[in-house]
């Protein structure tokens, strides 16, 4: 969530905490664990595309924003624990 917050593109694991914050090919890549090919592959290939970089990046950015913003989260926690 930091990357997501500071603008970074992101690979990660496709492990299921991973799924829960990224959207592959939209906000983050995915690449299967232990798969240092695909890992490699996957880098290499943001490293060659700028365009492909900060529009992953720009899309993790908002979705932080719009899903994870104190604005946004602490109205749901606040009506969590009332309805507790």
Do not use: C, Q, W
Not at 40 to 64: P, Q, S
């Amino acid at each position: 969530m930091e990357a997501m917050a500071a603008k970074r593109p992101i690979v990660a694991t496709d492990i299921a905490e991973n799924r829960e914050l990224l959207d592959h090919e939209a906000t983050g890549l995915l690449v299967p664990t232990r798969n240092v090919n695909k890992t490699a592959k996957t880098l290499i290939r943001l490293i060659d595309n700028k365009h492909e970089r900060e529009r992953l990046a720009n899309n993790a950015y908002n979705k932080v924003l719009s899903d994870f913003d104190m604005k946004v989260i602490v109205p749901k926690y606040r009506k969590f624990y009332l309805e507790l």
